[in-house]
């Protein structure tokens, strides 16, 4: 579904280029659910912003489906940690915000949007206003605006960083369900290393700044997963060497 060839990138910070992305190359298989995690301030979300044809690479190739089109905008989906929800409009109209734009005419987009919003846990809250809900209710209202759209590809740069650790916890297991059902192709961006192990088949680990890819680990865990059901020590044995990988890199970092 998705190839991203040798992608670099810099920016001219004070006049100098510092470069961020050094030959980035990842692989999404369609229906794949994927993360990145890397040290913070790494470039990861500048590599989802060159995917998702928001910004330019300096080189390399992005690819959906062997097409090398820079005209992706559109043809991705992408939540955001700021879950961007207007206050002025009510959750139902909120969330038909990019079908409208899309040119929908509003009484069709909220006949959409209402056959979901019981998936998606907003039921009985449509005619609410954003203040109203809680952090995971507004992340929901997020997931359901750009799912909306139709789209085959979602990139996630993470959309569970400002929840309570409960709620996170919650919201993972809810964006399993929903990934199951809805079969999209997925790429996530987190810091939690617990997270990135519970949703993921795979997982990229950049490096610091100039970001290269320095290792790819499989989740062999077998699906569907929730919290209480997956194996503990093969879960620790991934976590441990996950961590360790992060470790090094932090090292390296802190030594700069």
């Not at 996630?156 to 990934?179: C, K, N, V, Y």
Request: charged share 25%; proline share 4%.
């Amino acid at each position: 579904m998705i190839e991203v060839e040798e992608i670099s990138k810099s920016f001219v910070v004070n006049g100098a280029q510092r470069p961020v992305l050094d030959k980035i190359t990842v692989r999404v298989a369609t229906d794949e659910f994927v993360s990145i995690v890397g040290p913070s301030g790494c470039g990861k979300s500048t590599l989802l912003h060159i995917i998702a044809g928001l910004e330019p690479a300096d080189s390399g190739l992005v690819k959906i489906e062997g097409d090398t089109t820079t005209k992706r905008l559109g043809r991705i989906g992408y939540v955001q940690q700021k879950d961007l929800l207007l206050p002025w409009r009510t959750v139902l109209d909120n969330v038909i915000l990019g079908l409208e734009i899309q040119g929908m005419p509003k009484p069709l987009a909220r006949q959409k949007a209402l056959q979901l919003t019981e998936a998606f846990g907003l039921k009985g809250f449509e005619k609410q206003y954003p203040f109203v809900l809680s952090g995971g209710m507004r992340q929901r209202a997020a997931f359901l605006r750009t799912v909306l759209l139709n789209q085959e590809v979602l990139l996630l740069d993470e959309p569970f960083g400002a929840l309570d650790s409960w709620t996170r916890l919650q919201m993972q297991e809810w964006l399993l369900d929903l990934w199951r059902s809805l079969k999209n192709t997925i790429i996530f961006v987190t810091h939690n290393v617990d997270e990135a192990l519970m949703l993921s088949d795979r997982i990229y680990v950049m490096s610091a700044r100039p970001a290269r890819i320095i290792t790819t680990i499989d989740v062999n865990l077998p699906r569907p997963r929730d919290h209480h059901t997956i194996t503990q020590s093969a879960f620790a044995n991934l976590k441990a060497n996950l961590i360790t990988t992060l470790h090094e890199e932090g090292s390296k970092v802190l030594e700069k």
